[in-house]
């Protein structure tokens, strides 16, 4: 989203390590916490904190020897380059206050927009108490029932990138399997403990009169709003979670059910499941809910055992349609944020966006397109509690770059900029791609593409660099996204399709 001197892969051997090693043998900088905030978009607030004086450029590199990897990370050329590439052109340092992440929740002050998402992540006490400590606002607490919950054994599966982190995960799992006594239980200890953190208790009921009461035992048990489960696709049982959230009448004879037992703040939570989001939404508004939260996981599919012809997890020889999450859902989860974003009878809603958030870019592109709050589950799973460290600090400089003030100030900023048909795009303009020649190594991968999948316009010259043909070239792109060195960008010449406008001429 945003040109970065250092990219993730630059480290893709890092491991992120619990209780780095690296760290421990350094002794002078947090090189540990330094490279979670490369891996997580967040290299400015490293460079920022990065000392004056460079402790690397005469180190022998104890910390590569620690390394768990045995050396296979360049720690101290990534270090390096903090100092010497990223904090020399830093605009700004890195804001020693957070007022800038202060917002609210339907009029519950929150200190920042992230909140966990309801998920074995928010579970016990123990659990939201160690995130409240780490720096989350809140914790949507894992999905409240009064019915009994037998989990299946294993829940979990995932596709993997190259360097072996989940790009897409899939569970099975249900709600929480402790009775509502002990939930409540916990909810008190909470707030005795975490007056200023917000905790949003998710339920789901059988009935009419199981909404109700769950909402009000809630409530009266410290619960600072609620969230209404229509969307877990991975019940047991018919007529639960996203078969309610399908069906706008139900969402809103349930809303209203929920909303009988209590006058706190009301969210539902609402499905992807679906071709439009909007039709529950305006259910659930005039059920009395004062907002939404967006998405849950995805009805799925994680591959087939070739050997064995069953998907993934597998369970004793079966598997299940199950959610899916993690970070490839993101494009899906920012089109039903938009579609929520721009839709003019929920304009005094809070939105609750989540989806496949990791980073603070991330996290600003769901607040840009309308979310007031942000939650987070499948990073959280992968990488732990810590993430928040670079969440806040990468939004909270990022808007103190721009000069906004708050959160608030960039909430919706991109609606305009997205249309839900292409008709509105201008199309008698190409912009040739521009090739980095410096970066460039001659491994063909954009002359391939362009030949087997694009418009043919590219060729190898004898020195091994691409060659661009304008009379060929549509401006796809293609190759900018293929190209393994990011030697190629979009910001290439201009032309116009115009019988009285001259055309390009050949460019390498």
């Known amino acids: 989203m945003f040109e970065k001197h250092i990219k993730r892969s630059d480290m893709l051997s890092c491991v992120l390590c619990s209780h780095a090693p690296c760290s421990e043998a350094c002794g002078r900088i947090d090189c540990a916490s330094m490279l979670r905030s490369i891996w997580f978009d967040n290299e400015k607030a490293a460079a920022s904190r990065f000392p004056k004086i460079d402790p690397c450029s005469t180190c022998s590199a104890p910390c590569e020897d620690a390394c768990v990897r045995h050396g296979g990370v360049s720690i101290r050329q990534l270090m390096m380059r903090l100092h010497e590439e990223v904090k020399p052109v830093l605009e700004?340092?890195?804001?020693?206050?957070?007022?800038?992440?202060?917002?609210?929740?339907?009029?519950?002050?929150?200190?920042?927009?992230?909140?966990?998402?309801?998920?074995?992540?928010?579970?016990?006490?123990?659990?939201?108490a160690r995130a409240f400590e780490a720096g989350w606002a809140g914790a949507a607490f894992k999905t409240i029932c009064s019915f009994e919950i037998h989990e299946a054994s294993p829940r979990f599966s995932a596709i993997s990138g190259d360097n072996g982190t989940m790009i897409g995960f899939k569970n099975i799992e249900q709600l929480s399997d402790h009775s509502v006594a002990e939930n409540m239980a916990v909810f008190r200890q909470l707030k005795e403990k975490y007056p200023t953190k917000i905790i949003l208790a998710s339920i789901m009921g059988q009935n009419d009169a199981e909404w109700e009461e769950l909402a009000h035992l809630c409530a009266e048990n410290g619960a600072d709003a609620i969230e209404l489960n229509f969307s877990c696709p991975n019940m047991a049982e018919g007529g639960l979670g996203s078969d309610i959230g399908e069906v706008p009448e139900l969402v809103e004879r349930f809303t209203a059910a929920a909303r009988r037992g209590t006058d706190i703040p009301i969210l539902a939570k609402l499905t992807p499941n679906v071709g439009r989001m909007s039709a529950a939404a305006e259910a659930a508004?005039?059920?009395?809910?004062?907002?939404?939260?967006?998405?849950?996981?995805?009805?799925?599919?994680?591959?087939?055992?070739?050997?064995?012809?069953?998907?993934?997890?597998?369970?004793h020889g079966m598997s299940a349609v199950g959610g899916y999450s993690g970070n490839a859902v993101k494009p899906i989860a920012l089109r039903f944020i938009d579609e929520l974003g721009k839709n003019e009878n929920l304009a005094d809603m809070h939105i609750s966006g989540m989806g496949g958030i990791e980073s603070w870019t991330d996290a600003l592109e769901f607040i840009m397109l309308g979310a007031?709050?942000?939650?987070?589950?499948?990073?959280?799973?992968?990488?732990?509690?810590?993430?928040?460290?670079?969440?806040?600090?990468?939004?909270?400089?990022?808007?103190?770059?721009?000069?906004?003030?708050?959160?608030?100030?960039?909430?919706?900023?991109?609606?305009?900029?997205?249309?839900?048909?292409?008709?509105v795009l201008e199309r008698d303009t190409v912009i040739f791609p521009k090739f980095i020649r410096e970066k460039c190594i001659g491994c063909g991968r954009c002359v391939i593409s362009c030949r087997d999948g694009g418009h043919q316009a590219l060729r190898m010259s004898e020195i091994r660099r691409p060659l661009l043909d304008p009379k060929k070239c549509v401006g796809c792109h293609l190759c900018v996204l293929v190209c393994p060195q990011n030697a190629i960008s979009g910001g290439g010449r201009r032309i116009r399709l115009k019988p009285d406008v001259p055309q390009g001429e050949a460019a390498e």
């Open 92 to 128: 700004i340092l890195l804001p020693e206050d957070e007022e800038r992440l202060h917002t609210d929740l339907c009029g519950i002050p929150l200190e920042n927009p992230f909140l966990l998402s309801s998920s074995v992540v928010a579970s016990t006490y123990d659990m939201c």
């Open 285 to 315: 508004k005039r059920g009395g809910a004062d907002g939404i939260a967006a998405i849950n996981t995805i009805k799925s599919i994680v591959g087939v055992n070739p050997h064995t012809y069953v998907s993934s997890p597998a369970v």
């Open 372 to 423: 007031d709050s942000v939650q987070v589950t499948t990073a959280v799973m992968q990488y732990g509690y810590r993430i928040i460290d670079d969440l806040k600090a990468g939004l909270n400089m990022y808007l103190a770059e721009k000069g906004f003030h708050s959160v608030r100030d960039v909430r919706g900023l991109a609606l305009a900029s997205v249309s839900e048909t292409t008709d």
